[in-house]
């Protein structure tokens, strides 16, 4: 391993500098002691005294007549001289009258050994070399900073024995991922139990869920736990500009890993490099296909029992190669899903360790609130609460900070320079108070835990919160459309009242025409196609992109009847408003005015509606 101490090395331009300014400095002050003058000064006498003694052998004179060069001396020790022409009639027939003399039109001056050298040599060789070393430098940012001319390197960060600082205490909320990867630490720990049953450790894991869901902590987790080096890339450092780089690294990879084993060697978003070979490439001399082609060869390679294991994380496993899931490759398929509601409320209480809290924090409370997080974004809940604590001037987190929180990841940041009119605030009050009575009068729609018309980052202008006491792993018919008619409540609270609608239902709509698609293309909720699959998900980890495989004339049906359920649960939603008209409107008052109401609150101004379905006396229209 390289000395970190080592001084830098010095740039190829400081030493070139260094060395012109050494040469100049010889040029100017130590050449010319050794070296004779090379051109000499003399009078105008002096040069008519030479003349006359028949020394000059070359004349020549500037174009303006001021200056005079000539030769004189010895044959083989000739000089240059120079003088001022003096205005003399007779000097032209005095050097013709010589026929030693030849006239010329330029006499070129002697130059300095160096200079020659210099002129000749350094520098257009100086210039080229230069050129090509910008362009070398350019090329290495391009492809990869410092170590980009290391072409088969591969750029992997090594984290030494005992040094990734995670443990299995550090994750939460994924107790399977945790006991399937137990194993592999149990193997580096005592590789010899597995070898003396005839047990081979599997060669590689698959980490694969959503976003954020803790699958590189839970690779740390395992080399922290084995107390094995660590070696981790993305999938990205493998694809290179130039083909044959990225199998190279690959090599270079599990070259390095052999060395240090027992080891762990993760890559991070595997589809980068691990993606079907389809075929479509002319000549199959892909750079990706290689990079592919060579870590499939690497996997098959090396002996499992020297104790390198190789983990790999994605969140996109549709799109793998098969060859790379197959047995013998990547073993084992972990999930790393999104976390239930005690996994939600143990991962609340690891990343709550490095915070200030106040007592009687309810965390249960928090994590019923926070349905479908990830882990990477109940950290960021516990981070906002403590960034909000410090805004608030408190020393230590408290519950409404956490609750402020939780809305701030739903629904973003509190606009408080948003000024709306009184006529919107008042519409904004009847929609958001329309959801929270459609779901109240519901026996199958969640609890409403808050109500609020305060305008927030995300652009909505309000927003009616429901929590599930506890987490739903499934969900009926009569659910779902009741989730419909609540998403519904709000346009038919503004129809209702005013007469008129808005286009602040957009993200209600759009919501209850997928729900309403989704049972009758996926879930089988249809009376008319019953159990059959109209549509396909792919990247399910990623939003799930939906396509649909069917006929268009299937299409149309399936369209009608979308629009027959979601019309069907907007006429039940403005049904139940009109039943209870003096109901939302105290409540809608009561929101309009304090801006901000709780579960309790709302349920409270609710107290004596009659049985869903009956009919209480109509409080007229305050618009």
């Known amino acids: 391993m390289a000395d970190k101490h080592q001084p830098p090395k010095r740039s190829l331009l ?125 090329m290495q940012k391009r492809l990869g900073g410092e170590n980009a001319m290391n072409f088969g390197k591969a750029n992997a960060k090594i984290v030494g024995e005992e040094k990734t600082g995670v443990t299995f205490n550090d994750v939460a909320g994924e107790d399977e991922a945790k006991e399937a990867l137990t194993e592999i630490v149990n193997f580096l720990h005592d590789p010899q139990k597995y070898a003396e049953i005839g047990a081979k450790l599997p060669k590689g894991a698959l980490l694969v869920g959503p976003p954020g869901t803790g699958k590189t902590l839970l690779a740390k987790a395992v080399a922290g736990e084995a107390h094995v080096p660590f070696f981790s890339i993305s999938g990205s450092e493998f694809v290179q500009m130039f083909v044959g780089m990225g199998a190279a690294k690959v090599r270079d990879l599990f070259k390095q890993a052999a060395e240090k084993a027992p080891c762990i060697v993760f890559i991070d978003e595997i589809d980068t490099i691990g993606k079907k070979r389809d075929g479509g490439v002319i000549g199959g001399n892909d750079e990706r296909e290689q990079t592919l082609n060579q870590l499939l060869t690497e996997m098959d390679g090396f002996d499992a029992n020297k104790g390198v294991v ?130 109240a009068l519901q026996s199958n729609a969640a609890p409403v835990t808050k109500i609020t018309i305060v305008p927030r980052t995300s652009g909505a202008l309000g927003y009616t919160m429901q929590v599930d006491q506890d987490d739903k792993k499934l969900l009926t018919r009569e659910e779902l459309l009741s989730k419909i008619a609540v998403l519904t409540g709000g346009r038919a609270a503004e129809e209702v009242v005013f007469g008129s609608v808005t286009t602040g239902a957009s993200n209600d709509i759009e919501q209850a025409t997928k729900l309403a698609r989704a049972m009758i293309t996926r879930y089988g909720m249809s009376d008319e196609f019953g159990m059959v699959a109209m549509e396909t998900v792919s990247n399910q980890y990623l939003g799930g992109d939906t396509s649909l495989a069917c006929s268009p004339d299937t299409a149309t049906a399936i369209d009608r009847q979308v629009v027959e359920v979601v019309r069907a649960q907007h006429d039940k939603a403005v049904e139940l408003l009109k039943n209870n008209m003096a109901s939302l409107n105290r409540v809608a008052e009561y929101l309009y005015r304090e801006e901000t109401i709780t579960g309790e609150q709302f349920m409270s101004l609710l107290r004596g509606l009659p049985e869903p379905g009956a009919t209480s006396q109509d409080a007229g229209d305050p618009a």
């Open 14 to 138: 400081y030493n070139a500098i260094i060395v012109f300014l050494v040469m100049m400095f010889l040029n100017a002050f130590i050449f010319p002691l050794f070296t004779r003058p090379q051109v000499t000064e003399v009078t105008y006498d002096a040069f008519l005294e030479m003349l006359d003694a028949n020394q000059v052998h070359e004349v020549a004179m500037d174009s303006a007549g001021s200056t005079i060069l000539f030769t004189a001396g010895e044959e083989g020790a000739q000089r240059i001289y120079r003088t001022g022409a003096w205005p003399d009639d007779d000097l032209t027939q005095r050097l013709l009258s010589h026929p030693e003399v030849s006239f010329e039109t330029e006499i070129i001056e002697e130059t300095s050994p160096l200079v020659n050298i210099l002129l000749g040599w350094v520098l257009p060789y100086g210039l080229i070399f230069g050129a090509g070393y910008l362009l070398m430098r350019n």
């Open 310 to 439: 190789i983990l790999a994380a994605t969140n996109r496993p549709d799109s793998l190669d098969p060859a790379l899931l197959r047995p013998g490759r990547f073993d084992r398929r972990i999930p790393v899903e999104l976390p239930d509601l005690a996994g939600r409320e143990a991962i609340l209480r690891v990343h709550a360790r490095q915070v200030k809290l106040e007592r009687h924090i309810d965390f249960t409370a928090i994590a019923r609130a926070t349905s479908g997080a990830s882990g990477a974004e109940l950290a960021n809940i516990i981070n906002e609460a403590a960034l909000r604590a410090v805004r608030e001037g408190r020393a230590a987190v408290a519950q409404s900070d956490l609750e402020e929180s939780v809305e701030t990841v739903i629904a973003g940041y509190q606009r408080k320079n948003a000024v709306l009119s009184e006529h919107e605030k008042r519409v904004v009050s009847y929609h958001e108070v329309g959801h929270a009575l459609v779901a």
